[in-house]
C-alpha cells in the first residue's frame, strides 16, 4: 500500500523451516500453563465443584468480573518468549496469558483472584488489575484500549531514558474502534517509539461480533495507514507466532519504530466466566475448536515424530502447579482492614470523612 509516499507492507508469516523440537515444548509448556491457569479460575469464579470452587461461606472464591483468554494462549506464549525482564508489557482485561507469558509469579495471581493480601495488589485489584512490575508487566486495565497510551507513553520514556528495551502492548479487536488506538499509534510512529502493538483478534467484542462492526481491513489496514509494518499472523499457530514476533521485536530493538502483530485467533468462552455465549452460533464454535493451540500444538510434535507421553507430563505439571496454588490461594490470608486506606488518591484536606 502506498500511504503518504511510503510502501507499507502487510506481511503474512508462513515458516520457511520447522521449529526445533525443544522450542516447541518450551512453548506448549506455557500455553497449557496458561489454560491450566484459567480452567481453575473458571471454576472457582463459578463455585465449582473442587475443594477450592467455594470459600467457607457457601460463595465462589474468585472475586470480581473473570474474563478469560482460553483458546487465544499461543498469542502471549508466542510474543512474550522474546522479551526481557526489562522490557515492559500493557494487557487487557483478559490478561491472564500475558501475565503468565511474562514470568509473572502463578500463585501469587491466583491469590489476587482470590481477594487476598498476598495477591499482586494485596487482594484489592481482582482479575482486571494485574500488575507486577518486577517482571516489567505494567498493568491488566478494566477498560477497552486504554493499555495502548500507557504503552506508548512507556516506551517513549525507554526511548528518552536510551537505558534501552521495548514496549509491547496487548489489545483485542474491539479495541480498534476507539479513539487511544489512533492516538496511541500515531504518537508511536511521529516519535519513532520502540513499542510492538499486538492485536488478539478474536472476533468478538463483549457479545458483539466484531466484524460487522470494523470498516474496512481492520487492525492491519489502520496501522499502515499510518505508515507503521504490519504483520497478519495465523493466531492459534505458536510456530508462526513465535516467528512473526520474533522478526517485529528484532525490529523494534534495533530502533526502526513501532511495528504492529495481528493475530486472528478465537475467544472459546464466553465474555465474563458465567456468559454462555448463547448468542454465539454453535458451528462456529464448533469450526474453531478444530483449530485448538494446544492440540496443534500436539499435533505438530507427534508429527516430527515426538513422544506424546512428553507433552502428557507437561500437562499433569500445569494441573499440580494450578492445584497447588488453588490451596495456598484458598489459605491465604484476608487483607487487614486497615488496607482499606492504603493504595488510594489523596481527596486533600480530608474533606471526605
Same mark, same amino acid.
Given at each position: 500500500?502506498?500511504?503518504?509516499?511510503?510502501?507499507?507492507?502487510?506481511?503474512?508469516?508462513?515458516?520457511?523451516?520447522?521449529?526445533?523440537?525443544?522450542?516447541?515444548?518450551?512453548?506448549?509448556?506455557? @500455553?497449557?500453563?496458561?489454560?491450566?491457569?484459567?480452567?481453575?479460575?473458571?471454576?472457582?469464579?463459578?463455585?465449582?465443584?473442587?475443594?477450592?470452587?467455594?470459600?467457607?461461606?457457601? *460463595?465462589?472464591?474468585?472475586?470480581?468480573?473473570?474474563?478469560?483468554?482460553?483458546?487465544?494462549? /499461543?498469542?502471549?506464549?508466542?510474543?512474550?518468549?522474546?522479551?526481557?525482564?526489562?522490557?515492559?508489557?500493557?494487557?487487557?482485561?483478559?490478561?491472564?496469558?500475558?501475565?503468565?507469558?511474562?514470568?509473572?509469579?502463578?500463585?501469587? @495471581? @491466583?491469590?489476587?483472584?482470590?481477594? *487476598? #493480601?498476598?495477591?499482586?495488589?494485596?487482594?484489592?485489584?481482582?482479575?482486571?488489575? =494485574?500488575?507486577?512490575?518486577?517482571?516489567?508487566?505494567?498493568? #491488566?486495565?478494566?477498560?477497552?484500549?486504554? %493499555?495502548?497510551?500507557?504503552?506508548?507513553?512507556?516506551?517513549?520514556?525507554?526511548?528518552?531514558?536510551?537505558?534501552?528495551?521495548?514496549?509491547?502492548?496487548?489489545?483485542?479487536?474491539? +479495541?480498534?474502534?476507539? %479513539?487511544?488506538?489512533?492516538?496511541?499509534?500515531?504518537?508511536? *510512529?511521529?516519535?519513532?517509539?520502540?513499542?510492538?502493538? &499486538?492485536?488478539?483478534?478474536?472476533?468478538?467484542?463483549?457479545?458483539?461480533?466484531?466484524?460487522? @462492526?470494523? +470498516?474496512?481491513? %481492520?487492525?492491519?489496514?489502520?496501522?499502515?495507514?499510518?505508515?507503521?509494518?504490519?504483520?497478519?499472523?495465523?493466531?492459534?499457530?505458536?510456530?508462526?507466532?513465535?516467528?512473526?514476533?520474533?522478526?517485529?521485536?528484532?525490529?523494534?530493538?534495533?530502533?526502526?519504530?513501532?511495528?504492529?502483530?495481528?493475530?486472528?485467533?478465537?475467544?472459546?468462552?464466553?465474555? &465474563?466466566?458465567?456468559?454462555?455465549?448463547?448468542?454465539?452460533?454453535?458451528?462456529?464454535?464448533?469450526? +474453531?475448536?478444530?483449530?485448538?493451540?494446544?492440540?496443534?500444538?500436539?499435533?505438530?510434535?507427534? /508429527?516430527?515424530?515426538?513422544?506424546?507421553? &512428553?507433552?502428557?507430563?507437561?500437562?499433569? /505439571?500445569?494441573?499440580?502447579?494450578?492445584?497447588?496454588?488453588?490451596?495456598? #490461594?484458598?489459605?491465604?490470608?484476608?487483607?487487614?482492614?486497615?488496607?482499606?486506606?492504603?493504595? =488510594?488518591?489523596?481527596?486533600?484536606?480530608?474533606?471526605?470523612?
Amino acid at each position: 500500500m502506498l500511504q503518504h509516499g511510503i510502501f507499507v507492507p502487510v506481511k503474512e508469516i508462513v515458516l520457511s523451516t520447522a521449529p526445533t523440537q525443544p522450542l516447541l515444548l518450551d512453548l506448549y509448556r506455557m @500455553m497449557v500453563r496458561i489454560r491450566a491457569f484459567e480452567a481453575a479460575a473458571e471454576e472457582a469464579s463459578q463455585g465449582g465443584v473442587s475443594a477450592y470452587g467455594k470459600s467457607s461461606d457457601g *460463595k465462589a472464591n474468585v472475586k470480581g468480573p473473570l474474563h478469560l483468554s482460553t483458546g487465544q494462549e /499461543a498469542v502471549p506464549t508466542g510474543v512474550c518468549a522474546h522479551l526481557h525482564t526489562t522490557d515492559f508489557l500493557t494487557s487487557t482485561h483478559r490478561g491472564h496469558g500475558h501475565t503468565l507469558a511474562k514470568g509473572a509469579d502463578l500463585t501469587r @495471581m @491466583m491469590c489476587e483472584l482470590f481477594g *487476598k #493480601a498476598t495477591g499482586f495488589n494485596g487482594g484489592k485489584g481482582g482479575s482486571m488489575h =494485574i500488575a507486577d512490575f518486577s517482571v516489567g508487566m505494567l498493568g #491488566a486495565n478494566g477498560v477497552v484500549a486504554a %493499555g495502548l497510551p500507557i504503552a506508548t507513553g512507556a516506551a517513549h520514556a525507554q526511548k528518552v531514558k536510551g537505558q534501552g528495551g521495548i514496549t509491547v502492548c496487548f489489545f483485542g479487536d474491539g +479495541a480498534i474502534n476507539r %479513539g487511544p488506538f489512533l492516538e496511541a499509534l500515531n504518537w508511536a *510512529k511521529v516519535y519513532g517509539l520502540p513499542v510492538l502493538f &499486538v492485536c488478539e483478534d478474536n472476533r468478538w467484542s463483549a457479545t458483539t461480533a466484531s466484524a460487522p @462492526m470494523i +470498516a474496512g481491513e %481492520g487492525a492491519s489496514a489502520r496501522a499502515q495507514s499510518l505508515g507503521i509494518a504490519a504483520t497478519r499472523v495465523d493466531g492459534n499457530d505458536v510456530e508462526a507466532v513465535h516467528a512473526a514476533a520474533g522478526e517485529l521485536v528484532a525490529s523494534v530493538r534495533a530502533g526502526q519504530g513501532p511495528r504492529l502483530l495481528h493475530a486472528i485467533t478465537y475467544r472459546v468462552k464466553g465474555h &465474563v466466566s458465567v456468559d454462555l455465549a448463547a448468542y454465539r452460533d454453535p458451528a462456529e464454535l464448533a469450526a +474453531a475448536l478444530l483449530t485448538d493451540p494446544i492440540a496443534r500444538a500436539r499435533q505438530c510434535h507427534e /508429527a516430527r515424530h515426538g513422544d506424546l507421553s &512428553v507433552l502428557d507430563a507437561i500437562d499433569l /505439571a500445569a494441573h499440580a502447579e494450578v492445584q497447588a496454588a488453588l490451596a495456598t #490461594a484458598a489459605a491465604a490470608p484476608w487483607p487487614d482492614t486497615s488496607a482499606a486506606y492504603t493504595d =488510594i488518591q489523596t481527596t486533600g484536606a480530608g474533606q471526605w470523612f
